[in-house]
């Protein structure tokens, strides 16, 4: 597979290495009351979905970005790269 | 007694004999392809070598026989069609050994009881050692498989020379030390085992329903009450899902979320060999283990490509690596032929081992999480998912095999690689 | 015409070399060919007809095609280490000195015996095995299988390593041809003159497809010459590559082709250090499936005899290598396609006894005598044909003779790779063949006979269009060429698929699988398309069904009576033709099957007689042998007792080394750790435990704090790279907007221990005088930058593995050679002992630090002892999920030590805890033993492991089961800290 890179453009999915879910940037507030239930689901529960998948990849070979990828389960098709950071941000993480 | 062949009659030599003088016009179909009825005790979603099973051991074990194995496709279409063959019973954790064991143990019955040869052949399988950490670690294991009534060898670095000398003991980047060996371990004909469940299955009256495929649940008030098929609604008073790697598309119709991710696992075979490895082989320090089956091709697989798909084909990188651990284990396969990779999808789960459970919705059962070793538990998890839709109990040997245990903190990590599936 | 005398088929003409002669033997009979022929071209000029022997019934076989599908003559190449099991003789290019040898036959392939088979065929029909060879049960392995394994298999493997070494490569273009038959080759003259990077791939070591096996004109040229022409246009181009002998195999994502380039296949022996076969990963932007079709055969009683072929092959050994296959030929066909082959043969002065057209209406080009209506229904000739019998249309019966019979029964165009990615083909009912459906990977288009466009115009237009097509997409304007007159003859086809009769029809001819397996499988309900190729193996051969699978499926439609397409295909998966497994490999194999790390020591380390060991990629110093000491433990006991005395030196550079700085670097490593790290002074260094988010124990190691913003973490050697990239993932995924950034040093600074009571000795003759290090100013856990031998910048940390007063010290990477030559000249006169990972090893049991072995994925830090160093005060990965229940338990497992209570009995990690009254088995596992030593302070073997409750059980004596290696002994529960547990001597 071929991931475009936002920043270094095409690059063989070889050079990065896969985590899963992109869901995995929501992590739990620490104090929320139902902490446990939270990080349970967030831990161990996915979507796997059949078709569009948004899901983290780190170009471990590379230059270190963590990427969220749009990619289709069936099709292997991708639609999207976005720095995980940006996505991150955009879903209010901060510090 | 009930005995397998009701429908297509005993399977025998003589049978074959007689067959063969009178122009083979005596065999009957392996199983009936019946319309669905209204309703039935039991629904198991999926053909293929789980469902198959379960409705064998329903059946035959369990006196249930109004049940029906709905199937999207053709039967045995699935993992237990393309797999490596591979039976073994050498894990680890209590949570798994002795359900591996009584798989084991069931193979070494199955063809007597289904009346099929499935070719179960107790060749061996030999995991390789390399480091001393892996001896500490195999050494560990080896106990707990004879702790729970297993059978386990652990080989000096001669004994497996002499066992396997076409192995790389000369120039290996990582030489073998040693090796864990199972004895009991082998390899099975995969395809046979689908066909001869339903075989079996069938003859006992369980309606075996080819291109039928759930498109829903009917579920009220938190109870199952059937599925929705392409072929209209079939009632049920249970329903059982074994649907491997459509476990997450299947389950989601009953509005659940699993500790389940699909991901694509490749698997290889050479062309047509004179026999050559005996048994089964793993690599210890690569991903590659092999195994030749009884037609002459070399059977052989390696790590799942890693990315979640549902696609059912991989792509060249881990081609490429399982074969450099091919190289790297036993050069001399470098001049056989690669004649066909093949991808399925695994119901890899949160850690690495398999659930099968009751659901928060009445009536509704689940049986999956094989990650790439599903094919070997066939007969236990048929037998275990069984017992269970048959006495609203788990089997003895699979107590652990909770929904729950992600919550409560109880996994069963055999490799230790925590919650990321790809890495199980 | 043929030689007579000496049994030499050779014709005139054909794109042979008649300068260049060669020798080759088979089975052991020396014979003689040209250069340009093939395996196959050549013994069929030499006469040669037997080639094989079947799978199962070892029905003697013969050459069916001139191609890539050969089911038949399948041969075993080269000898010794260099044999090559299962090749095709229509594809291996025959060179001086080949040796061939026919495979699956005993004792001779003329005599075979294993030939019983076929008498006993009715008793070996589709799936039999299935149903017998079940009693008794132990009898499958020791009797029934041996005698099955032994029987199948094709060729055999010499058990020798491959002597031959591969090569992988990488290729990027704007447009990928598969194929240069007379679609790719206009396909690629278009693309090439637009500009535009063109990769051109074929199979053969000669472009042109079918134009070498035809006598069809390309404009005024003949068509083999046109090709020539254009193949030495495009590889005079500098942004074409035109590869001969390379298969396409495989069609992956993203636009991505893996490819095999056979580059010595065709020599006696390769040029020293040059690559037997090349894999190519093909990144293309655009691609063309060029790739021909496969001419299917027709299915009568005993159609499999040695001398019965595809018509086109027949035709193709005319015309391209000058071979009649023999003197006397007829032809059997349901196509006009099949009349060129009477055409050509008569041309050529081969006598052809009947053309056999099944249709009514056959034309009839005076070739020959044409049987219109007509179908052969049976065959004679024990080691190679000798007549056909023939079914005239007004039903009446007469043999015919003929050494050769070429068959049509149409074409299949080459859709495989349109369907590597789950596509299916869709079926065309004009040619009575699949064609490439409308979903295949993307960017893949086809075009000539690939895509069902038979003729030679046709071909050589659709070409060049598909090639603008496909530029156009990328932005790349290319010009459609006028291109030569060539045939265009419209497809003329009636199906048909089998010639029904009593005899054995074949179907997949090299697995025997005739159509009545089609008919039992159908008849037991093996109708899927699948079951049908599982239950008779159909299909399932080397060849992958390329000349049996649509009529296999056609037969079983015809049966169930449903349309073909209803019926379906199996699933083409890579490679489209079998491909030696060592060209996947490439160069990674033996010691060079993954790259080596070296420690910056390491050469020193082997000009003192090191013991090496592999620890990940890396390879370490196990122990360093002196004179007299022949067993490992010897110098491993000495290493130990030297550095506890005195002091000892070890290369821990493999250690990771992570910088972390930024003003947040304290708040998040403060969430990277389980415990606390924020208020860490500068100049202190702190033992930091790392939860995953599961709560189980990732990683543990020290992190020295070197500034306000600047920490230096240290992870174990085997979890460097996982660590660092969760610290990534935490950084730019969980908090983006920490002022923190990271970055690996492992490979920047060499580290070593020094460790021993006169550590502090050693290291004070090489640091810089302005540094201090005495207890007081650089207490135990303290860390700093510093020089040392007059400069040289360093960092110092006083940590401990082993227990003893210890340091480790720093230097950048490329002076750790000259530092270790420096510390061990410091400390001579303290007999500065070097030890190695055996060693630190039981250093660390002794002291009961956790290591690879207990931090195995499974534990937590409470059963590591460990448990109050999760904070609850804070967020940090792991703490949350860690408090669950089952991690949590009162009964957990907990690191302890064990002593044998028997000093002579050795502890074995890996032992099985039981308690003295149980019973051994699983139910009543008390836990297990992770590591073991034997401890020269102590003199006695220990162990550390995990026991249930083990905090509250120091004294019990339990057993350690090792049943595995039949050894058992009762060792007593001890604190895991055998040696100095107070720890004094790490803070003296």
Redesign the interface.
Same mark, same amino acid.
């Given at each position: 597979? *071929?991931i475009h890179h936002p920043l270094l453009g095409p690059r063989?999915? %070889?050079e990065f #290495?896969?985590?899963?879910?992109a869901n995995? *940037?929501d $992590?739990?507030d620490?104090?929320d009351k139902k %902490?446990?239930?939270k990080?349970? @689901?967030?831990?161990?529960? $996915?979507?796997?979905?059949?078709g569009e998948?948004q @899901?983290?990849w780190?170009h @471990?070979a590379g230059d270190?970005?963590?990427l969220v990828v749009t990619?289709n #389960?069936? #099709?292997? @098709? *991708?639609t999207k790269v976005e720095?995980?950071?940006d996505v %991150?941000?955009a879903r209010g $993480?901060?510090? | 007694m009930r005995v397998t062949g009701k429908n297509s009659g005993r399977y025998s030599g003589l049978r074959v004999i007689k067959e063969a003088l009178t122009g083979h016009r005596g065999w009957k179909p392996a199983w009936r392809d019946p319309e669905p009825q209204k309703e039935y005790d039991i629904i198991i979603v999926g053909g293929g070598g789980h469902g198959l099973a379960t409705a064998h051991y329903l059946a035959s074990k369990f006196n249930i026989t109004s049940v029906a194995v709905i199937e999207k496709g053709w039967i045995g279409g699935g993992n237990v069609g393309r797999n490596t063959t591979i039976i073994r019973s050498n894990y680890l954790l209590d949570g798994n050994e002795p359900f591996y064991e009584f798989s084991l143990k069931l193979w070494e019955g199955l063809e007597q009881d289904v009346n099929y040869n499935a070719m179960v052949s107790q060749r061996g399988i030999l995991n390789l050692i390399h480091t001393d950490g892996q001896r500490d670690a195999y050494r560990r294991r080896g106990n707990a498989m004879l702790l729970n009534g297993a059978d386990a060898e652990l080989l000096s670095a001669e004994q497996v020379r002499a066992e396997c000398p076409f192995l790389n003991f000369d120039n290996n980047r990582f030489p073998i030390k040693g090796g864990l060996a199972q004895r009991r371990g082998g390899t099975v004909r995969h395809d046979a085992v689908a066909w001869g469940y339903a075989r079996s299955a069938d003859s006992f009256g369980v309606d075996i329903i080819q291109n039928c495929e759930a498109t829903g649940f009917r579920i009220k008030n938190g109870k199952c009450s059937g599925v929705e098929t392409s072929k209209g609604f079939i009632g049920a008073k249970k329903v059982g899902v074994a649907v491997a790697g459509n476990s997450g598309k299947v389950m989601s119709m009953a509005g659940m979320r699993l500790p389940i991710e699909s991901h694509v696992l490749q698997a290889f075979v050479s062309e047509g060999l004179k026999p050559i490895i005996p048994g089964v082989v793993t690599f210890g320090a690569g991903h590659f283990y092999v195994s030749q089956s009884d037609k002459g091709g070399l059977v052989f697989g390696g790590d799942i490509d890693g990315y979640n798909s549902y696609a059912q084909r991989g792509n060249l990188p881990v081609v490429e690596d399982v074969c450099e651990g091919g190289m790297a284990l036993m050069p001399m396969i470098g001049r056989a032929r690669l004649l066909r990779m093949w991808g399925g999808i695994m119901d890899m789960s949160m850690d690495g081992s398999p659930i099968i459970d009751k659901t928060g919705i009445e009536g509704l059962y689940f049986n999956g999480g094989w990650c790439y070793g599903g094919f070997k538990a066939t007969p236990g998890s048929g037998w275990v998912f069984a017992h269970l839709l048959a006495n609203d109990e788990p089997h003895q040997t699979a107590t652990e095999l909770r929904f729950d245990r992600f919550q409560r903190g109880y996994m069963i990590d055999e490799k230790g690689s925590g919650a990321q599936p790809n890495l199980h | 015409m043929s030689d007579a005398m000496t049994g030499l088929n050779r014709l005139d003409g054909g794109l042979i070399d008649r300068s260049a002669e060669l020798n080759f033997r088979f089975d052991g009979k020396s014979l003689e060919g040209y250069g340009g022929d093939t395996l196959a071209s050549a013994l069929l000029a030499n006469g040669v007809r037997l080639m094989g022997r079947s799978f199962k019934y070892h029905r003697p076989r013969g050459v069916l095609s001139a191609g890539a599908e050969e089911p038949n003559a399948i041969v075993a190449l080269r000898e010794g280490a260099f044999t090559e099991p299962n090749t095709r003789a229509t594809t291996a290019e025959l060179f001086d000195g080949l040796v061939a040898r026919s495979q699956n036959r005993w004792p001779s392939l003329a005599f075979d015996a294993m030939a019983v088979n076929d008498i006993m065929s009715d008793f070996l029909t589709a799936g039999f095995y299935y149903k017998t060879f079940m009693w008794p049960a132990k009898f499958w392995e020791k009797i029934y299988e041996p005698i099955i394994r032994h029987a199948a298999g094709l060729g055999a493997l010499s058990g020798m390593s491959d002597p031959d070494c591969y090569d992988k490569g990488f290729l990027h273009c704007d447009l990928l041809i598969i194929g240069a038959g007379p679609a790719g080759l206009a396909a690629a003259l278009t693309a090439g003159r637009s500009g535009a990077r063109v990769i051109i791939a074929d199979e053969d070591f000669l472009p042109g497809g079918r134009l070498n096996a035809e006598t069809i004109a390309v404009g005024d040229a003949a068509g083999a010459e046109w090709a020539a022409q254009v193949a030495a246009e495009l590889a005079s181009m500098p942004n074409v590559r035109l590869m001969t002998r390379t298969t396409v195999i495989g069609a992956f994502d993203h636009g991505i082709y893996g490819a095999v380039e056979r580059v010595t296949d065709h020599l006696a022996t390769a040029p020293d250090g040059t690559a037997r076969q090349v894999l190519w990963r093909i990144y293309s932007k655009r691609s063309i499936l060029c790739a021909g079709s496969i001419e299917r055969p027709i299915a009568f009683a005993n159609n499999d005899r040695p001398g019965i072929m595809q018509a086109g092959a027949l035709r193709a050994y005319a015309n391209r290598w000058a071979v009649a296959a023999a003197s006397e030929v007829a032809v059997f066909t349901n196509n006009d396609d099949g009349h060129r082959t009477a055409s050509d043969l008569a041309a050529k002065g081969v006598k052809v006894t009947a053309i056999i057209d099944t249709r009514a209406d056959a034309p009839d080009h005076g070739d020959a005598e044409v049987l219109a209506g007509a179908c052969v229904t049976d065959s004679r000739g024990r080691l190679g044909l000798s007549k056909i019998k023939v079914r005239s249309a007004d039903g009446s019966q007469r043999w015919i003779k003929c050494g050769a019979l070429g068959v049509s029964g149409g074409w299949n165009p080459n859709v495989h790779l349109t369907c590597h990615q789950r596509g299916r083909p869709v079926w065309n009912e004009a040619i009575a063949a699949f064609v490439p459906g409308a979903v295949g990977p993307v960017g893949l288009s086809s075009a000539g006979a690939a895509s069902g466009m038979f003729s030679t115009a046709a071909a050589l237009t659709g070409g060049a269009v598909a090639a603008v097509n496909a530029l156009g997409e990328i932005g790349i304007k290319a010009k459609a060429m006028a291109m030569p007159e060539a045939e265009d003859a419209p497809v003329s086809i009636t199906a048909f698929w089998h010639v029904t009769g009593k005899g054995r029809a074949w179907l997949d001819q090299q697995n025997d699988v005739t159509v009545k397996d089609v008919k039992l499988a159908h008849q037991e309900n093996f109708q899927s398309v699948e079951h049908l190729k599982r239950y008779t193996t159909l299909g399932m051969a080397t060849d992958q069904g390329k000349t049996s699978n649509i009529a296999g499926l056609a037969v079983m439609a015809e049966i169930a009576g449903k349309t073909i397409p209803e019926v379906g295909t199996t699933i083409y998966r890579p490679p489209y033709t079998p491909t030696a497994i060592g060209a996947f490999g490439g160069r990674s194999r033996d010691e060079t099957f993954r790259p080596v790390r070296l420690t910056p020591s390491h050469k020193w380390a082997s000009e003192q007689g090191a013991v090496f060991v592999e620890v990940g990629m890396w390879m370490r110093a196990q122990w360093f042998p002196q004179a007299g000491e022949t067993e490992w433990r010897q110098s491993v006991d000495r290493e130990v007792l030297a550095t506890r005395r005195s002091v000892g030196v070890c290369d821990v550079t493999t250690l990771g080394k992570i910088d972390v700085q930024g003003a947040d670097a304290a708040t998040f490593l403060n969430r990277i750790y389980c415990n606390g790290f924020a208020k860490l002074p500068v100049g202190k260094t702190r033992y930091g435990l790392m939860l995953r988010e599961d709560g189980i124990v990732m990683d543990d190691g020290t992190t020295a704090r070197l500034g306000e913003t600047q920490f230096v973490m240290t992870t174990t050697t085997a979890n460097a790279v996982g660590v660092f990239r969760h610290m990534e993932f935490a950084r730019q995924c969980l908090w983006p907007d920490l002022d923190v950034q990271i970055i690996s040093t492992t490979e920047a600074w060499a580290q070593f221990a020094v460790a021993g009571p006169n550590s502090r000795k050693v290291l004070e003759k090489i640091v810089d005088p302005a540094f201090d290090i005495s207890n007081d100013a650089f207490p135990f856990m303290a860390c700093g930058e510093i020089t040392v031998c007059g400069g040289l910048r360093a960092r110092l940390f006083r940590i401990s593995f082993s227990g003893e007063l210890a340091y480790e010290i720093a230097v950048p990477t490329r002076y750790g050679d000259a530092l270790i030559r420096r510390l061990m000249e410091a400390g001579e006169e303290f007999d500065i002992t070097p030890y190695g990972m055996e060693a630190l090893g039981v250093m660390r049991i002794e002291k009961g630090h956790a290591a690879g072995n207990e931090l195995n994925g499974t534990t937590t830090a409470l059963n590591l002892g460990l448990g109050r160093m999760v904070s609850k005060t804070k967020d940090s990965i792991g703490s949350i999920l860690s408090e669950r229940e089952g991690l949590t338990r009162d009964d957990a497992l907990i690191q302890v030590g064990f002593k044998p209570v028997d000093p002579n009995d050795p502890v074995v990690a890996g032992s099985h805890l039981m308690n003295i009254d149980d019973p051994a088995n699983a139910a009543h596992d008390q836990g297990y033993i992770t590591s073991a030593a034997y401890s020269p302070c102590l003199e006695s073997s220990i162990g550390i492991g995990f026991l249930e409750n083990g905090a509250t059980r120091k004294g019990e004596i339990i057993r350690a089961m090792n049943p595995v290696e039949g050894s058992e002994i009762m060792v007593e529960v001890v604190s895991a800290h055998f040696v100095d547990p107070e720890g004094e001597r790490l803070r003296a």
């Open positions: 597979m *071929i063989d999915s %070889a #290495t896969y985590l899963g879910d995995l *940037i $992590r739990p620490w104090q %902490a446990a239930d990080f349970y @689901e967030y831990q161990y529960l $996915r979507n796997n979905p059949a998948h @899901e983290l780190y @471990e270190r970005s963590w990619r #389960t069936v #099709t292997h @098709e *991708i720095l995980a950071r %991150a941000r $993480r901060s510090k | - | -």
